[in-house]
């Protein structure tokens, strides 16, 4: 197959890198434009670049899909088929109707459960037992497309973001080359999705990060998770200054002043709204270095919380 991938972060890279390592053809990646990134605001390639240009594979960068440059580029091309995962970009319906196989897209979820921007980090936050990865046919919808296959994992051990998105990244690479190639021999038959049980995912933003401890320790332990890494959870501490959060378990049966630390040179454990705790297992100050809660309490708890 001639296939045209398009993506851009870290999760789209061993998809990539699987189409590549595949006796099929990548003629060209699509990917967002160099951004500036840290505290230099260096221009940086995003990830997929770097590994097409690795395998010297032409790389379009546009600042729309909508002017019909890309449209032309990509008829140029003649792909049998568009792979997208992750991209970043709304393609137009020219775009997915052009190739004959259509646009294929990986999605992070259980379709349509979690249609839109942040299916991983909303279910980490809403506590879902289970996940997956969605390959689908794209449609001028918003993941409206009908479904060629769906494989499923388990998350109640308690991944973060970061960690679901690897894991989900390796499971979508798994699944693409056998169902492209399923599709070509006429050996898939889409599923049309349900709308009425369709969700959405909402995009994560930094006004989600504060922790209320009013809240169940359950619910604020999935808070902690899925804002790892990005924009992380967070408590202001008696000194004024906010603490990140990036790991934390639930404790039972804690008692004590809502939203205070235990006495405890041991371990950081604040107490929530439901008579469970919190054991706070990595935080970061301002400007410091991540450290263990037990660390930061041993150095800091006396001087900011009187113990």
Partial sequence: MNIVYMGTPDFAVPSLQKLIESNHTVSAVFCQPDRPKNRGHKLTPPPVKVVAEENNIPVFQPNTLKDGEAYNILKDINPDVIVVAAYGKILPPEIIHLPPLGCINLHGSI????RGAAPIQRAIINGDKETGVTVMQMAEGLDTGDILTIEKIDITCGYTT?????KLSILAADMLIPTLEALQRGEIT?????DEDATYAKMISKDMSPIDFSK???????????LNPWPTATT???NGEVMKIYRATVVENCSGEVGKPLNNNKNLIYVCGDGNGILVE???LPGGKRMS???????KGKNIFGF
Avoid: C, M, S, T
């Fill in 111 to 114: 379709l349509p459960k979690y």
């Fill in 162 to 166: 970061e960690e679901l998105f690897e």
């Fill in 190 to 194: 889409p599923i049309k999705q349900k």
């Fill in 216 to 226: 169940p320790a359950l619910e604020i332990r999935n808070q902690i998770l899925g």
């Fill in 236 to 238: 202001e501490l008696p």
């Fill in 282 to 284: 990595e935080v970061q």
């Fill in 293 to 299: 809660g037990g660390d930061f309490l041993r150095g």
